[in-house]
Each structure stands twice: as structure tokens, then as C-alpha cells.
């Protein structure tokens, strides 16, 4: 019987240590790149969490509360945005002072028609951002802003708005939009809650492998329009913030030209900040001032 024959390769020849580094780099180029990639077309996922209204809660909402009428305008470029006005109890004929609501990036906010807790003498008008709630189509910085100039103004027409008293309140997200909406018309103050410096700032913390400065298409670039804004304002941080850690709250608010107040509530964190007695205290506070001096 013969002997099985094997064939011998040549020894192999060790890789070099450059060609070793060369492939490393090119693998970490190639995952760099994809994820790059993913963020920048992925962003809108990452940042806005679109939130339905369920047509029964509307129903509850509109049964519940008969001082709540329901909103429904038409944007500049004829999107339909849909929210609701929460009316005081006044004598008839009375105007009333109005808080214009702006929600954080998973909030539907007809929750605020709710909250007992809320300073009930003055309005409060909740309208959804594009893709919340019914409001149609897809949230944006630059829809988000004109939505809101186009919000401030509906509320100009109204004969029953006491239009020296209009106070906007952003919290999370929405404080981007409410900066940005008192550089753009008159308010009587604004109330920010777990605000960020900018939206460029939170990002590069939570994704510190990213060219952020580059990928990113909604900044909400807040700090930049402090210094411009002279309106009094009252900024509330959740002492344990892991969402928007309270440096961020704490920039803004040192560069904010007007009357300012900083408020930390303990022991709170980014979404269950409200909950504590102190934040719709310090906010009621905050509305009873603005409204002695008006």
C-alpha cells in the first residue's frame, strides 16, 4: 500500500507590524464611518420621540375639563398642528394671562391638563409638535421655531389673552424652542426646565466617539442667544440628571443677560422632576412675580 503523500506549504511569513497597524486603522476608519453614517441619518430617532394621542383621551380630555377648547392651526407651510387651551375660571369677559407649554422630546402634552398642581390662574395652551399627538408631519429645529412664532402669534389675535402677561415654558427639548421663540417675539418671561446649553453640548456628551459638530442638523443652540435675551427667566434643574447632567442648565443660565433665577430641586431626576412640590411652587412663584409687575 503506498503512503499517503502531503504536500508542505512554505512557512508563512509573519505579518509585519505595519501591515498589522494598517488593517487595524482600516477596520476602525470603516466602523467609524458606518456609525457616523447611522447618527446622521438615524438623528431624528435619537432625538424626537414621537408621541400619539389616543382619540378616547381626547375624549376624556374635551368631557373632563369644560374649560379646555381645542386647538387646531395651520402652519406657514400648511401643516396641521393640534393642542388645547386650558382657560382659568374668570369672571366673564375678563382677559386672561397665558404660559405657552413646549414638551420635552417624548411628551404628549395634553398630560399638563391634568396636573392639578399647575398654577390654575393663568391659560395654558399645549399645542403638539409636528408628528406628537394629531399635529402632522415630522418634527424639526426650523419647523419647530416657526411653529411656535406661528403659535405666539394665534394667541396676539385673541381678544381674551392678556397679551403683556404671555409666558413661555420649555422643558428638556422644548426649552431650545422656547429660547428661541423669545428672541424672535415679546414675552412677559420664560420658564426653563432641565434645559440644555445647546443641543451640540448634551449630544458630544452621550456620543463622545462622534464628529457631532459635524453630523448634527438640529442644535438648538440656546447658549449662543442668551446673551440677546433680556426677559426675566427662571431655569429649574433635577439635581440628578443623568439626561441633561445640570452643567449644561447651569452655562445658559449664567449667560442669560436678564433677571434670572436658578432653582435645583434634590433628589429629582430629568423626567420625574415635576413630580416634586417645589417645581410648580417655584413656578408659581415665579408667574405671580411676572404678574406683579405687569
Known amino acids: 500500500m503506498q503512503a499517503p503523500r502531503y504536500i508542505v506549504a512554505p512557512d508563512a511569513k509573519p505579518l509585519s507590524v505595519?501591515?498589522?497597524?494598517?488593517?487595524?486603522?482600516?477596520i476602525a476608519a470603516g466602523v467609524f464611518v458606518t456609525l457616523s453614517v447611522l447618527l446622521y441619518?438615524?438623528?431624528?430617532?435619537?432625538?424626537?420621540?414621537?408621541?400619539?394621542?389616543?382619540?378616547?383621551?381626547?375624549?376624556?380630555?374635551?368631557?373632563?375639563?369644560?374649560n379646555v377648547e381645542e386647538v387646531n392651526l395651520v402652519a406657514e407651510d400648511g401643516t396641521r398642528l393640534h393642542g388645547f387651551l386650558s382657560k382659568p375660571t374668570a369672571v366673564a369677559g375678563a382677559k386672561f394671562p397665558l404660559v405657552i407649554y413646549f414638551g420635552g422630546n417624548a411628551e404628549e402634552t395634553s398630560?399638563?391638563?391634568?396636573?392639578?398642581?399647575?398654577?390654575?390662574?393663568?391659560?395654558?395652551?399645549?399645542?403638539?409638535?409636528?408628528?406628537?399627538?394629531?399635529?402632522?408631519?415630522?418634527?424639526?429645529?426650523?419647523?419647530?421655531?416657526?411653529?411656535a412664532r406661528r403659535i405666539y402669534d394665534w394667541t396676539r389675535l385673541r381678544s381674551d389673552v392678556e397679551h403683556s402677561r404671555i409666558v413661555a415654558f420649555g422643558r428638556s427639548l422644548g426649552s431650545g424652542v422656547a429660547v428661541r421663540l423669545a428672541t424672535e417675539r415679546t414675552l412677559a418671561g420664560t420658564v426653563l426646565a432641565t434645559p440644555f446649553d445647546s443641543m451640540e453640548s448634551v449630544a458630544k456628551r452621550h456620543y463622545p466617539f462622534a464628529p457631532v459638530s459635524l453630523l448634527l442638523r438640529h442644535r438648538f443652540d440656546s447658549l449662543s442667544l442668551a446673551p440677546r435675551i433680556g426677559i426675566p427667566m427662571l431655569c429649574i434643574v433635577a439635581e440628578r440628571d443623568s439626561i441633561v447632567p445640570v452643567e449644561?442648565?447651569?452655562?445658559?443660565?449664567?449667560?442669560?443677560?436678564?433677571?434670572?433665577?436658578?432653582?435645583?430641586?434634590?433628589?429629582?431626576g430629568h423626567n420625574d422632576v415635576s413630580a416634586n412640590p417645589a417645581f410648580w411652587r417655584e413656578i408659581g412663584n415665579f408667574l405671580f412675580g411676572i404678574s406683579a409687575a405687569n
Open 248 to 268: 449644561h442648565a447651569h452655562r445658559l443660565h449664567a449667560a442669560w443677560r436678564g433677571d434670572k433665577r436658578l432653582v435645583s430641586i434634590a433628589n429629582a
Open 111 to 147: 398630560w399638563l391638563l391634568e396636573d392639578s398642581e399647575r398654577p390654575q390662574n393663568w391659560a395654558w395652551l399645549v399645542v403638539n409638535y409636528r408628528g406628537y399627538g394629531w399635529s402632522e408631519g415630522s418634527p424639526g429645529e426650523k419647523a419647530m421655531a416657526a411653529d
Open 18 to 26: 505595519k501591515t498589522v497597524v494598517a488593517s487595524m486603522l482600516t
Open 41 to 66: 441619518f438615524g438623528q431624528e430617532r435619537l432625538i424626537f420621540f414621537r408621541q400619539p394621542l389616543d382619540p378616547g383621551r381626547r375624549d376624556s380630555v374635551m368631557q373632563r375639563f369644560p
